[in-house]
């Protein structure tokens, strides 16, 4: 099996939840077999106090289909 591994940033005006998957569903666009995430970064913009917006940076992992290595 073979895994490769992306970096994206997925972001949300809700919370860091919804930009995980939002980074997800960004990914499985145009990659396919998504195995997992690694979030490697949380941060919000903060405006008047408040947050304004979420970003996660997250490498996403996937499996490769293909001839097998022997």
């Given at each position: 099996?073979?895994?490769?591994?992306?970096?994206?940033?997925?972001?949300?005006?809700?919370?860091?939840?919804?930009a995980?998957?939002?980074?997800?569903?960004?990914?499985?666009?145009?990659?396919?077999?998504?195995?997992?995430?690694?979030?490697?970064?949380?941060?919000?913009?903060?405006?008047?106090?408040?947050?304004?917006?979420?970003?996660?940076?997250?490498?996403?992992?996937?499996?490769?289909?293909?001839?097998?290595?022997?």
């Open positions: 099996m073979i895994v490769k591994v992306i970096e994206v940033i997925g972001s949300s005006d809700k919370g860091f939840t919804e995980t998957e939002n980074a997800v569903a960004e990914a499985a666009r145009t990659v396919s077999n998504i195995k997992s995430i690694y979030i490697k970064h949380m941060n919000a913009n903060v405006e008047d106090n408040k947050i304004v917006s979420y970003a996660v940076n997250a490498k996403i992992s996937f499996e490769v289909k293909g001839k097998e290595m022997s």
